[in-house]
Nanobody, 125 residues
Framework: VQLQASGGGLVQPGDSLTLSCAAS????????VGWFRQAPGKEREFVAA????????YLADSVKGRFAISRDNAKNTLYLQIISLKPEDTAVYYC???????????????????WGQGTQVTVSS
């Protein structure tokens, strides 16, 4: 599976943004898909994930209430909707996919086999 992330950019605090991740083929029935981010000088961290077949969604505690993850299986596309952006949201955002991921591993980047190239989000006034 090849993944292509897009939608990042330079935004102001308080703005909203939607990131997209297009997959080269259907991931609906077999793959858990998710978003991770990596800020300068920091480790890559889990942001959100959604299980195959549009199942359960998972969010990092730090983004609950501002981030939402969804998938459009007909378009083979994953989305990350972000509202009320903060400077600390500045990072490269990566989409990822993996099969056979159990719930206890869903926040672990090593559980994902396929990664997009990342899209930069910069929040600054």
């Amino acid at each position: 599976v090849q993944l292509q992330a897009s939608g990042g950019g330079l935004v102001q605090p308080g703005d909203s943004l939607t990131l997209s991740c297009a997959a080269s083929r259907s991931t609906a029935n077999s793959y858990t898909v998710g978003w991770f981010r990596q800020a300068p000088g920091k480790e890559r961290e889990f942001v959100a994930a959604i299980k195959r077949n549009g199942g359960s969604t998972y969010l990092a505690d730090s983004v609950k209430g501002r981030f939402a993850i969804s998938r459009d299986n007909a378009k083979n596309t994953l989305y990350l909707q972000i509202i009320s952006l903060k400077p600390e949201d500045t990072a490269v955002y990566y989409c990822a996919a993996g099969s056979g991921i159990i719930t206890s591993s869903i926040r672990n980047s090593r559980a994902y086999s396929y990664w997009g190239q990342g899209t930069q989000v910069t929040v600054s006034s």
